[in-house]
C-alpha cells in the first residue's frame, strides 16, 4: 500500500477478505448454490455462465488467485484523493503543514515518472477538484502552487503526446512507424494492436466482473492498471499502454454506471423514463462499451414495459415504447459499425437489412420532439418568450448545423485546391483568412516544421541548393504578412511531399471534416487560468454546438432563457470541454454555466454521428495539383476509410499509389467534365439519402426548379449520359461548391445550396423507407468489391482481358447504369490504347477497327445499346463515311508499313527478282 506520510493506510479487512477469494472458489459457489437450487448472494448466475462461455469462446483465461493479492488491488491514486478529502478542513491555512504536505504528495507522484502514477493522480485532482465549490476551488489554487498544477499538466501531456500517436494508429489505415521502431522496422496496425489486446481482454473481463458484483469498479480497476504494468517489454511505449488501460478503465465506468443507475423497477412509468435516461447517458459516452450494456438494459426495460398489466400503460404506450428503444439500437447500430468497420459497406448493408424498417427513423428522430425535452422541473425546453411551443426536432437541427459547418469547410477545401496549384490570388475575406491559415499550419510547432523539412530532404527532383533555401526560408514564414510570406510559401510548394504535409496539417487544424490530434486551449481566468489539452474534434463539435445552434434556436424562436438553460452560457464552453468524455453529471459544480450536460451531450453526438453518416464520405477531400496535374489527394482522419474509398475511387487511387499513375491520370482528366472526378457519382451518400425519390429535399419547390434547370442544360448538351447519371452528378457538383462562410445568409447564389442546412429531419423521416438504405449499401458494397477486384487491376494491368473482365463483371445489372457504365470504360480503353506502345511495350496502340470490333462486342454482349453505341462511334471515331476512310487508309498504311519492314518481304522479293532475272537470261 502506498504510504500518505501518517502510516500506512489500511484496507478494510471486509473488502480485503473479498478481494482475497479466488475465482475458481466463486465459480464452485455458485455452481453449489445452483446444484441446491439456491441463488444464494448478490452473485449473477446466468452472468456468471455466460462470462465463462465469452472467455471459452475468446481464447482466454480467468484470473489467477494470486492475482488477487493485496498489492494488486489497491486502486492506485485513490489514497491521495481520499487524502485531499480528509484533510480539506485544513487546507484553509496556506502556510499549514497540511498544505505543505498535499504539495509534497503531487510532486511525489511527479517526480516517480511512472506513467500509471502520474495519469492517476491527475484523474484523482481533477475529481477532487470537481467536488469543491467555485469558493472552494480559489481557497486550493493558493495551497498547490501554480508550480506544481503546470508541472502535472506537462508531464500528461507528454505521456498523452507520447501514446496518442500509437493509439491513433491502432485504428489506422496505414503501416506506421514510432520513433522508438526506426531501427526494427514499422509496426503494422496488427502488431499494434496487439501490444495492447491483453488491456482489452481483462477490461472486458472486469466489466463482466462489475456487473455480476464480483470486483468493484476499483477492484476492476486496479487489475486494469496491473495488467498494463505487466509488459514492459517494448521500451517507450509505457505512455500507451497506460493510456490505453486509463481509457479502458473510463469505458467500463461509465459502462458500469448505466449498469447501476439504470437498474429495472416495479413501476411501468419509471421504466420508461429509466429508458429515456439509458438512452441519453449512453449517447453522450460514445464508447461501444456502454452501447452494448445499454442495448442489453434497454431489452430488459422493454419487456418489463410491454408484458407490463398496469392500467396506466396502454397498448399505444407500449408499442411506441418498443419502436423508439429498437429504433434507438438499431441507428447506433449502424452508426457504430460504420465508425467500427471505416464504413465498410458489407457490415452496414447486413445491418441495414435485418434491422432496418420504415419507421426506423420516423422513431429515432421523435425522441427529440419538444414534449420529450424537458428539464428536472419538467419544465419544455424548446418554448419561445410567451410559454408556446416551438415545433422543431432538435437533432435534426444539430445534424443541419454540422451539415453547414461541413459544407463551409467544402468552400474552404476548394480554396486550398486553388492554392495547391500555385494560385495564391486572395480578392475576398475568406480566401485571404484560408491562406493565413495556411501559412499558420507551416509554422504549427517545431514538429511540423522537422516534417516538412523531411519531406523536402526527400524529394529526389531537388538539388541540394535548392534543398537548403526552401529549408531556410521555413524560419522566414510570418503568419502576420501575407504577400512577404507567399514567396517562401511558393518556395515550399516546390515540393510536392512538403506541399502534402501542409496541406494535410491545415485540414487538421481549421476544418471539422479534417479535424485530428490535440490541441491546448487556455481554459479559466486570473489564478484559475491554465492550459488543458483537448482533442480538435471535440473542440469543434462544441464549437458548432455552441454557436450555430444556439443561434439556429433563436432565430426558429426559442427564448434565449430556454436556450441558455439547455445550452448554459457562452463561457461554459470551455467547462463542458473539460468533461467531455468524463461521464460526470454534476452540473451545479458550474452554477449552470455548463446546461443541460447529459442532453446537451446526446444532441451533440446525434447531430454529429448523422452529419459525418450522410455528408463526410461526399465531402471530404482537398485535391492536390502541380502546374495543373492532379498528384495526390488528401482526405480528413474522422471520414470512415472504405466510405471515402467508395465514394472517391480515383481520389483513393491516386493517394495510395493503386494502378498505373499514367492511366490513372488520363481516366482522371476524361472523369473532369463528367462528374467532377467522381467515378460513380450515384454511389455518394449524400446524393442517395438527399435526393431519394425526391423525398427529402426536392419536396421544396423552388430548389427542385433550379436542380431541375441544371439537369435539362445538361441533358441538352450530354445526349448520351442517362438521365439517372446526371440527376446525380448535378447533385454532386451542387453539393460540391460549399458554402461561403462569410456570406448572408439566405441571399445570393448559396440561397439554393442552404436549403440542405433547413431540412425538417423530423417530417422528412416520414419518407426515409427502409428500401432506400437497403438498395443504397447494396449498391455500394458491390461496387467496392467490384473496385478492388476488378476495376484496379485493369488500371494496372490495361490488357485486353482485365478490360473485358472489368466490364462483364460490373456491379450493377441494371441497364441504367450498366450501359452509361460500359460507354465510360470504352472511352478510357480508347484514351488508355493511344500509349499501348509507349507505356507498356506492346507492338503497336489500339488500332481503331480494333476498338470498333470493342464496340460491336459490348453491343452485342448487351452492354451498351445500340443508340450508345453509334454515338460513341461517331463521336470518338468520327461519322460516316469518314470513319471508314480514315480506317482504310489506316488500314492500308499499316499493311504497306509491316510489308516493307518485313525481311521476309524484302527476301522473297529479292528471290523472285532472281528468278526473273535468270528466266530473262534463259531465254535470250
Known sequence: MAEDGEGEKKMPERQLRRARESVAEKVSRVRRRRESGSSGGSG????????????RESGGSMPRSDEMSEQNIEPLGSDFRNDLIRRWHLLDQPDSPTAARVQERIEKFLESGDPYKILSARKEYDEFINTLTTKQKTEFERVVSQEQKGLMLAKVSVIEKNAKGLIG?????????????????????????????????RAVYELGAIRSRWHSIEQAQALIISTAKSKLDYKGEEGLRAWIAFEEIRKIQEAAQIHERFQVKTDPIENIRTAEEVMRFFEQSKSPETFRVASQQLTELQQVVVNSQ??????????????????FITVNTLIYSSNSNEGNPTAL????????????????????????LRDKEGEQYLVNEKGDQ??????????????????????????????????????????????RELLGAVRMDEKMMAEITLAINRDTKLSDEQKELIVSSL??????????????????WKCNEAKT???????????????????????????NMRRISVLRKDKWQEKVITEKLRDRLRSLGVSDERITKLMGTVSGFEERLKLIGSGKEDQENFEGQIGDFELLSAIKRNGYELAKLYYSDTLDRIRIYDNGKHI???????????ARVVSHLMDFAVSEKQGDERVNGLIMNLLNDKSGTILLPQNLTAVRILFQKGNILLGDTELKKYLDKAITDRLSTSKAESPLDVNAAVFYKFLSKGLDPTRTKGKGKDAMLEKITEVKWGEASDDMKSFEWHDMYDDRQKAFKWYMEKFRMWTLHPTEKEFFSMVGEYYSMRNVRRHPGAELYLEMMYDVGHHLKDWFGYKENLPDATYEAYIQRFREESWINETRANSLRNRVLGSEPSRSTRQLKSLSWDSLRKTLGSPGWWFNSLIDLLRLIFQYNAKQ
Do not use: C
Not at 46 to 53: A, F, G, Q, T, Y
Not at 404 to 409: F, G, H, I, K, P
Not at 475 to 492: F, K, Q, R, V
Open 169 to 201: 494508429k491502432l485504428a489506422a489505415k496505414d503501416v506506421l512507424k514510432s520513433d522508438e521502431d526506426l531501427d526494427k522496422g514499422a509496426l503494422t496496425n496488427k502488431e499494434l494492436e496487439a501490444r495492447v489486446k491483453d488491456i482489452r481482454d
Open 475 to 492: 524560419a522566414g514564414l510570418d503568419t502576420n504578412n501575407i504577400e512577404d510570406s507567399l514567396s517562401i510559401l511558393n518556395n515550399i
Open 349 to 372: 448493408h447486413k445491418i441495414a437489412l435485418e434491422q432496418f424498417n420504415d419507421e426506423t427513423w420516423k422513431y429515432y428522430f421523435s425522441r427529440f420532439t419538444p414534449d420529450t
Open 501 to 527: 504535409v501542409v496541406i494535410r496539417s491545415w485540414l487538421a487544424k481549421n476544418t471539422l471534416i479534417g479535424a485530428d490530434g490535440y490541441e491546448e486551449i487556455t481554459v479559466g481566468e486570473g489564478e
Open 632 to 642: 495526390n489527394t488528401v482526405f480528413g482522419e474522422d471520414t470512415p476509410y472504405v
Open 310 to 327: 398496469d392500467s396506466r400503460i396502454s397498448e399505444t404506450m407500449k408499442e411506441e415504447f418498443r419502436k423508439r428503444s429498437e429504433a
Open 390 to 435: 416551438v415545433e422543431i426536432n432538435i437533432v435534426g437541427e444539430a445534424l443541419n448545423v454540422f451539415a453547414e459547418q461541413y459544407l463551409e469547410d467544402r468552400f474552404r477545401m476548394n480554396i486550398i485546391e486553388s492554392f495547391s496549384n500555385g494560385d495564391f490570388r486572395h480578392s475576398s475575406a475568406v480566401e485571404a483568412e484560408t491562406l
Open 44 to 55: 449473477n448466475t446466468r452472468d456468471l455462465l455466460e462470462l465463462l462461455r465469452r472467455m
